[in-house]
Structure formats: structure tokens, C-alpha cells
């Protein structure tokens, strides 16, 4: 099992630009999530699906879209990228039978120029 | 705001000795308390948790305090390792919904 897997690994974008974080996993896992780290602050947590078709709105979700067509699928929109947003983003999922063990992925560095 | 305040943001520590961090909540309706550690270009991963019904939860050399009424617990890991520098996250989260993480402690092992 390849677990979590995020692509690109690193990503430079200039302010206004939009592109997508890839997130796939192969555990048949209900629950996803995306989280932003940055220096100071944790990580904080963005979006979140419960399973495909849902999703919900964490505690930075402005500037962010997401949507789950698919158990294994978790992408990551940005729309319209501004300097705020240079940060490390993870995805993570766990089994969705109550709370447990998150499983990160490696994470994308992403620069907003 | 910070749901989840952690202390402190660094910390040196003598190979062999004991490591403690920190972390205070508000919500009390949180039911879950893990602890992520986290290497250099790495994802989390968890290293142990606890949930509000015991005090105290060992897992080798690493032990979670849990303080209910003083809305408090600690990750304790003694006879600290070189191998255990890294970066340390607690968090909370209610009814598996959302995980919110305290601010990091950067951990370093001198040997």
C-alpha cells in the first residue's frame, strides 16, 4: 500500500495563479483532510470530507476549495493564489468508525510568489 | 484563536533526560487527545493518545499526563534520545469531526 499520497512535492505560483494539490489514498479510508502548516502556528486544518460527496469547511477555509467525487480523491483548489497562502500542506485520512489515527501524507511545499 | 495552546515552542534536552510538553484546551467537549510527532520533511504521525476517562496512558518511553479539571495534558518522554529530535504536536478533537492541533514544540536531544 503507497497510503498517502500527495503530488507535486514542491509548487511555485505567482499571485492570481490557480492550480490544484493532489491528494490520493489507498486504505479505502471515509475520512480526508487538508491541513496548512506554518511556522508558529500548528497545523491547522482547512477542509474535511467524511466520505464521497461530503464536505465541510475547517478553520482556514477561505481562499480553498475542495471537493470528493471518489473515496480515494481529495483535491485541493486554489483559486486565485496569493502570498498568504506559501505554506506546507498536508493530506491526511483515516478510517471514518470514530476517531484514530490520522495518516499524513508527505506534503507539498507551495510558494506564492 | 488558538484552541489548543502548546509550550513550549522549543526545547533542549541532555541525551537521557526527561523531555515535557505542554498543552492546555478550552473546549470541553473534546474526547480525544493524541500526540503527533513529526520529522524533518515528513507528515505527522502518531505517537500516542488518550481520551478524557484516564489520567495517565504509557507507551514505552512516552507517557500522556491527562489534568481533566485543569483542562491540561503532557507528553512526558523520558530517558530522551537523540533519535527523538523532531517536532512534537498535541491536538484535540470532538466527536471525529475535527482535529485541531496545538502550535509544535520543537524538540532537540543533545548527546
Known amino acids: 500500500n503507497a497510503g498517502v499520497t500527495q503530488t507535486p512535492k514542491f509548487q511555485v505560483l505567482k499571485t492570481g495563479q490557480s492550480m490544484t494539490l493532489q491528494c490520493a489514498q489507498d486504505m479505502n479510508h471515509e475520512y480526508m483532510s487538508w491541513y496548512r502548516q506554518d511556522p508558529g502556528m500548528g497545523l491547522r486544518l482547512i477542509h474535511y470530507?467524511?466520505?464521497?460527496?461530503?464536505?465541510d469547511q475547517g478553520e482556514v477555509p477561505n481562499g480553498y476549495n475542495v471537493s470528493r467525487s471518489t473515496t480515494e480523491d481529495f483535491p485541493l483548489r486554489l483559486l486565485s493564489a496569493a502570498p498568504s497562502q506559501t505554506s506546507v500542506y498536508f493530506c491526511a485520512s483515516r478510517n471514518g468508525q470514530g476517531v484514530g489515527k490520522l495518516f499524513f501524507g508527505s506534503g507539498t511545499q507551495l510558494s506564492v510568489l | 484563536q488558538q484552541q489548543v495552546k502548546q509550550s513550549p515552542q522549543s526545547l533542549i534536552v541532555q541525551k537521557g533526560g526527561i523531555s515535557i510538553i505542554n498543552c492546555a484546551y478550552e473546549n470541553t467537549a473534546f474526547d480525544y487527545f493524541p500526540w503527533y510527532q513529526q520529522f524533518p520533511g515528513k507528515g505527522p504521525a502518531l505517537l500516542i493518545a488518550i481520551r478524557p476517562d484516564v489520567s495517565e496512558k504509557k507507551e514505552g518511553r512516552f507517557t500522556i499526563s491527562f489534568n481533566k479539571s485543569a483542562k491540561q495534558f503532557s507528553l512526558h518522554i523520558m530517558d530522551s534520545q537523540p533519535g527523538d529530535s523532531a517536532t512534537y504536536f498535541c491536538?484535540?478533537?470532538?466527536?471525529?469531526?475535527?482535529?485541531?492541533f496545538g502550535q509544535g514544540t520543537r524538540l532537540t536531544i543533545n548527546p
Open positions: 470530507s467524511v466520505g464521497a460527496g461530503i464536505t
Open positions: 491536538a484535540a478533537e470532538r466527536g471525529a469531526q475535527k482535529l485541531v
